[in-house]
């Protein structure tokens, strides 16, 4: 669990860096930046002193790849690079303030080391702050710390929270693209002085952003469509253009032939990715590459299609073709903008109809039709996902195992999910029961009880006297007191019903009225 520089004095038995998330190291943000909090865990075998709690969120961009260009002399190769920091977060001691401040500029090289918990570290003695054992929460106050003070904790397990709210520019992981990433990295360190190495430990993370089930693009439908006058028309649709990475959507294609002979060859989708990079000098290298492919060559049951005749069009054809969206980060990135050019990412999808013309067996003058659909990918913690397997090295290095691929997210309940998520639909209700005049079925009925159900209360309590349901008659449960009865100031037992209109006592020195 550490990454932990060899010292003289015993080291911590555990350390942990715990995260509030969809999983342990993903966090999933509201379109408009959300709050990122987890607790920092520890436990120290012995009373150790230490100058302070540092914890450092950090994103690195990085980008790499050759460069193939011509020349009058013959082609020429070159290294494209660049690195840097795209965002930073840093908590200066968590013993004395659990919110973190976001560096105002970020984009310097990742190789120089944040002065701020050096600038704590440095500062000469204040005194020494006694911590109880085993904290849980801030245990000083920033107002009441010293300035370059010592805190003394004794032996114990220690749990000191962390929060910051992210904005909504704030970049998204991307770990998928050949050229290029950005990366994140979560740095704890136990500084114990400016000449002793400190406890350090690095966690990987990533970050994304969701859409609410509100936005737009979910109900905003993509087609195109185009004519041919006397000859052909066709029709294509998808029915959102917000997709969650490892769901599935279809492609409804109609066709409407003016002229007879068309048959229908093949239809093929296919998931285009476009990225762009930027260099130091504001260079722009853009390429996109086919991310996932899907195709019909056969079309048994569509109507107006006669697959005996080589899928002879002699009405109006209408059909889906369903399309899966990648399910790992490896195959697909999701759209994002990093930082202000340095990482874009875009797709679409494009459509291949081919239609022939001519007889059966023959190859026939053939007519190709090309569209695209612009879509937008989105993370989605409903929908199961695959990152790659990163890992993080004691010097703050990301290594990435090739073909290794982990999940994202763990199965929740639907009561755990946020409140930018999608409510569970009515199917999934567990208090709503089915009247059907029967109340013996009330009480009794046929379903297996349900956990999620509120428990029947004990005999002891209020509740508990009133008589079970099975005993009760429509009439029972029908009648309605007088006015007086509801305000002669008589309480009635819980386990008492209304009275009947025909148990009602006209009132004294009157008749009742109706």
């Known amino acids: 669990m550490l990454s932990l520089v060899k010292t003289g004095s015993k080291e911590p038995i555990y350390c942990d860096i715990r995260v509030r998330g969809a999983s342990r190291d993903t966090v999933v943000l509201p379109a408009e930046g959300g709050e990122l909090g987890g607790e920092l865990v520890f436990s120290l075998p012995e009373a150790t002193a230490l100058k ?69 570290v440095g500062r000469r003695s204040g005194g020494v702050v006694q911590l109880p054992a085993g904290v849980t929460g801030t245990p000083v106050a920033r107002e009441q710390a010293p300035a370059g003070c010592t805190f003394v904790l004794p032996a114990g397990n220690y749990e000191l929270p962390f929060h910051v709210v992210l904005p909504a520019d704030a970049p998204e992981t991307v770990e998928g693209l050949q050229s290029g990433s950005l990366l994140y990295a979560l740095e704890s360190r136990l500084e114990r002085g400016a000449l002793r190495t400190p406890y350090a430990r690095y966690q990987y993370l990533r970050i994304f952003r969701t859409l609410p089930v509100d936005s737009p693009a979910h109900h905003e439908e993509m087609y195109v469509t185009k004519a041919w006058p006397g000859r052909l028309q066709y029709e294509l649709v998808v029915s959102s253009r917000a997709i969650a990475v490892g769901a599935q959507t279809a492609l409804q294609l109609s066709l409407f032939p003016f002229q007879k002979g068309y048959r229908l060859a093949s239809f093929t989708a296919s998931l285009i990715q476009y990225y762009a990079f930027t260099d130091d000098t504001g260079h722009v290298y853009e390429d996109e590459a086919v991310a996932h492919r899907t195709e019909m060559v056969h079309f048994p049951d569509v109507a107006g299609c006669d697959p005996a005749h080589g899928n002879l069009l002699v009405d109006t054809v209408r059909l889906q073709l369903p399309f899966s969206i990648p399910p790992d980060l490896k195959r697909i990135t999701q759209d994002c903008d990093v930082g202000a050019s340095l990482i874009r ?21 053939k007519t190709e039709i090309k569209a695209s659909i612009p879509v937008m990918l989105y993370i989605s913690p409903l929908v199961p996902v695959q990152g790659r397997t990163v890992l993080v090295d004691n010097a703050g290095r990301f290594h990435i195992r090739p073909g290794v691929l982990t999940d994202l997210f763990r199965t929740r309940s639907a009561d755990s999910l946020p409140s930018w998520d999608a409510p569970p639909s009515y199917e999934s209700r567990v208090h709503d029961r089915l009247y059907d005049g029967d109340v013996g079925s009330l009480a009794s009925g046929s379903a297996p009880p349900d956990p999620a159900a509120p428990r029947p209360p004990p005999r002891d309590s209020p509740l508990g006297l009133l008589p079970p349901l099975h005993s009760l008659s429509l009439d029972d449960l029908s009648r309605v007191p007088t006015y007086q009865q509801q305000h002669d100031g008589r309480s009635l037992p819980l386990h008492h019903l209304s009275p009947a209109y025909a148990a009602t006592a006209p009132p004294a020195g009157g008749n009742s009225r109706t």
């Open 52 to 120: 302070a709690v540092y914890l450092r969120l950090v994103g690195r961009f990085k980008m790499g790849f050759l460069q193939i260009g011509p020349q009058s002399s013959g082609r020429v190769v070159g290294m494209v690079k660049k690195e840097q920091v795209a965002f930073e977060c840093v908590w200066e001691n968590l013993l004395t303030e659990s919110e973190g401040q976001i560096a105002a500029a970020p984009g310097r090289r990742p190789g120089a080391v944040a002065r701020t918990c050096r600038a704590v």
């Open 345 to 365: 990412v875009r797709h679409k999808l494009l459509a291949h109809i081919v239609l022939l013309r001519g007889p059966p067996d023959a190859p026939g003058k």
